[in-house]
T-cell receptor, first 113, second 109 residues
């Protein structure tokens, strides 16, 4: 039982490049979330999903897209990376809504030059 | 605007003493609160939670207190241990979790 895994762990991009971050969970959770953590800012919600085939915007969605084609996977895309997207990205999942415990992945450290 | 505030960025406590981490919130609609613990290079892990119908919840060395009238909650760790050194995030439940900025706790031997 791996829990929540994230791929890749580290990535360096040039401004304007695109990439996709993959999150996978093996706990059969309905809800999945993408957060970013910046120094002194805590965790901010980018997008979330309440089930397969659904997505919704969080607090800071601009510049990101997401897809939830399979229940166990939640993808975060950056179409044209900007230096302001340099951050640590965390994926999380929960069985039910936000009152349920969220389980976090180990994070992806992204640097955009 | 930050709806969950942790006004102390850091806290240092001696081993064996009590650690008290504080959290304030502004939205009176929040009805469920959680504390997460985060070690460097790892994702946050759930520590303890409290529903707004309670004013206290205990789990071993960890106790969370909720004062709804003051919109304030606190996490008490007794006794503190060096392994408790981590960043602690307070979170409040709305349509999603609203996190504070975190408090870095250092427990010294």
């Amino acid at each position: 039982n791996a829990g929540v895994t994230q791929t890749p762990k580290f990535r360096v991009l040039k401004t304007g490049q695109s990439m996709t971050l993959l999150c996978a969970q093996d706990m059969n959770h309905e809800y999945m979330y993408w957060y970013r953590q910046d120094p002194g800012m805590g965790l901010r919600l980018i997008h979330y999903s309440v089930g397969e085939g659904t997505t919704a915007k969080g607090e800071v969605p601009d510049g990101y897209n997401v897809s939830r084609l399979k229940k166990q996977n939640f993808l975060l895309g950056l179409e044209s990376a900007a230096p302001s997207q340099t951050s640590v990205y965390f994926c999380a999942s929960s069985l039910a809504g936000s009152t349920d415990t969220q389980y976090f992945g180990p994070g992806t450290r992204l640097t955009v030059l | 605007d930050q709806q969950v505030k942790q006004n102390s960025p850091s806290l240092s406590v001696q081993e064996g003493r009590i650690s008290i981490l504080n959290c304030d919130y502004t939205n009176s609609m929040f009805d469920y609160f959680l504390w997460y613990k985060k070690y460097p290079a790892e994702g946050p892990t759930f520590l303890i939670s409290i529903s707004s119908i309670k004013d206290k919840n205990e789990d071993g060395r960890f106790t969370v207190f909720l004062n709804k009238s003051a919109k304030h909650l606190s996490l008490h760790i007794v006794p503190s241990q060096p392994g408790d050194s981590a960043v602690y995030f307070c979170a409040a439940s709305g349509y999603a979790l609203n996190f504070g900025k975190g408090t870095s706790l250092l427990v010294t031997p």
